[in-house]
């Protein structure tokens, strides 16, 4: 018959931290102040922008689907 050691038969148990919360958030604050945020300006010109590629994207697929859907009615009659 194997013995099992002691060793063998511990789990690796999870050390806890104590501040693990607190420095979580200093380092998040941290890296947050790193971000460089647009103006206000900036962020309205770069909105109008996906505004006006989304409304362009829409009417092109919704061309394609009318182009598509009436090739498939005549071919299938």
């Known amino acids: 018959m194997v013995e099992k050691t002691a060793k063998s038969t511990k789990t690796v148990e999870k050390v806890k931290q ?3 919360i607190g420095r979580w958030w200093r380092e998040t604050i941290g890296e947050l ?4 945020w647009p ?8 909105t109008k922008i ?3 590629v989304m409304v362009v994207m829409s009417l ?3 061309l394609l689907d009318f182009v598509f859907s009436s090739v498939i009615r005549l071919v299938l009659g």
């Open 60 to 62: 092109v697929l919704g």
């Open 50 to 52: 996906v505004l006006m």
């Open 39 to 46: 103006t206000p300006h900036d962020a309205w010109r770069l």
């Open 33 to 36: 102040n790193k971000v460089s």
């Open 18 to 20: 104590p501040g693990r």
